[in-house]
């Protein structure tokens, strides 16, 4: 468990507060380059770390992310007429380019220097990877972009993905660091009953091996966790999770040649987290096949293109699921009787009706944590104490000037039992271009 200084340390990210200044020194994902399409086109609003901004993309193609209220008298940016190169107040005509510049204000007197005074809230925007990022930390110029592997990939052989997560970022990822749920949560209705013996690999070292044993290494740019099953006398099946700072993850994959997947849960404020799921391939497009099923909502984060509510236009409009807490996330008791484990029919559903019913923000006193939890535990330390030395040092976070330590993978390997799983599995872990290991067959 936490103490209630640390808990309110961890999950509050807003303007001022440890954790969100220490968020704010990294790069972070605000939006798909897709939900700006055109130059001149319409502004979208966006929420985060607890700020409300607007973002739009001038004439020239170029990326404004703007403090969401004029500097004037406070009317809405979003409503601005995105024209020649800046977005312009409807209030009193006053217009701000990308980095924040008044560069017209038609309303003073032709003699009047008053907008040359003017420096409106403007955050960096860079574009990799088919996402829009923001940088709304202290250096200047900003550091280089992390290097994920996805981000270098084109277009065809990746898949980005969107939705809002009405709880803290942090009980939200936690789920990415916890290997034994996928045991219960994720199973079939008979899971506890079905014979092992039915099936083969993965599948079956899940259903006989209901407790991995969980092992946690620090590293420079977070965390991994490896989890490991018994996987015949003499070998264990072991998954491995990475946590990258300040939150984003990596989980294994599975089968031959697989895709991959890694995780954004960036926070909007305390009580809503947006998350960027990314599916890809190192080595080829993905098939036509594989788009369908994602594009269907198929696996963790995944909700798919027709389960999504009509969109509107408030931060994360577009991106608000149809299973959600009041229709209590389609949950039957027959399916739950015959299908699905949960009684949930989605899979990312699953997850979010488990983290979003303990609460907007979950109080961490109350818990009762065992040795399935390691790996959350430490992910939390990491959280709390790099932001605590970066507020009492000043210096750039651990990553932050290091964009090449985010050249990694999750992992997955059939290990000897008494190996050892850090040095073994070295190589896989490394993104090193032209290459995807295998893990084992599903």
């Given amino acids: 468990m936490l103490t209630r200084e640390d808990n309110d340390l961890l999950t509050r990210v807003g303007p001022g507060t440890v954790m969100g200044e220490f968020m704010r020194q990294y790069w972070m994902p605000a939006l798909l380059s897709s939900e700006l399409r055109e130059p001149d086109g319409a502004p979208v609003r966006v929420r985060l770390l607890g700020e409300d ?13 703007l403090g969401a209220h004029c500097s004037h008298r406070g009317a809405p940016l979003y409503y601005g007429r995105n024209e020649d190169c800046g977005l312009r107040c409807i209030y009193h005509g006053w217009k701000y380019d990308v980095e924040g ?11 009047s220097n008053f907008q040359d005074k003017i420096r409106h809230k403007a ?10 990022w923001t940088y709304m930390g202290r250096l200047n110029p900003p550091p280089s972009l992390p290097e994920l592997e996805w981000t270098f990939l084109p277009d065809n052989q990746r898949h980005l993905a969107k939705r809002v997560q009405l709880c803290n970022y942090a009980q939200a990822l936690e789920g990415d660091l916890d290997q034994s749920h996928n045991s219960f949560l994720h199973a079939a209705a008979n899971q506890l009953k079905e014979d092992p013996a039915e099936t083969e690999g993965v599948e079956a070292w899940r259903k006989k091996d209901k407790h991995p044993r969980f092992s946690v290494t620090d590293t420079n740019y977070g965390v991994l966790i490896g989890a490991s099953r018994a996987a015949g006398e003499e070998s ?16 294994g994959p599975y089968g031959e040649n697989p895709t991959r997947q890694t995780r954004a849960w960036v926070p909007m404020d305390d009580e809503s987290t947006m998350l960027f799921a990314i599916n890809f391939h ?6 036509e096949k594989e788009m369908a099923r994602l594009r269907a909502g198929s696996g963790a984060g ?10 509107v236009n408030e931060p994360g409009g577009a991106w608000r699921p149809k299973a959600r807490r009041e229709n209590d996330y389609f949950f039957s008791r027959e399916l739950q009787r015959t299908k699905f484990f949960s009684g949930i029919p989605e899979f990312w559903a699953q997850d979010a009706a488990v983290q979003e019913g303990m609460g907007p923000v979950y109080d961490r006193t109350q818990e009762r944590l065992g040795l399935s939890d390691s790996g959350i535990v430490q992910v939390r330390r990491r959280l709390i104490e790099g932001a605590k030395a970066f507020m009492a040092e000043a210096a750039p976070p651990p990553g932050v000037l290091n964009p090449d330590w985010y050249r990694v993978r999750g992992a997955a390997a059939i290990l000897p039992k008494n190996g050892d799983w850090v040095e073994d599995t070295q190589e896989i872990r490394r993104f090193v271009p032209g290459t995807n290991p295998s893990a084992p067959e599903r």
Avoid: K
């Fill in 53 to 65: 901004l607007v973002a739009f993309r001038d004439t020239q193609g170029r990326v404004g992310l």
């Fill in 101 to 111: 510049r008044c560069v017209d204000m038609p309303n003073e007197p032709p003699e």
């Fill in 123 to 132: 955050y960096a925007c860079q574009e990799r990877g088919g996402v829009i």
């Fill in 236 to 251: 264990c099946y072991w998954r491995l999770t990475q946590f990258l700072l300040p939150f984003h993850t990596m989980t």
């Fill in 282 to 287: 190192p080595l080829r497009s993905l098939t």
């Fill in 302 to 311: 995944f909700v798919g293109d027709e389960n999504f509510l009509p969109p």
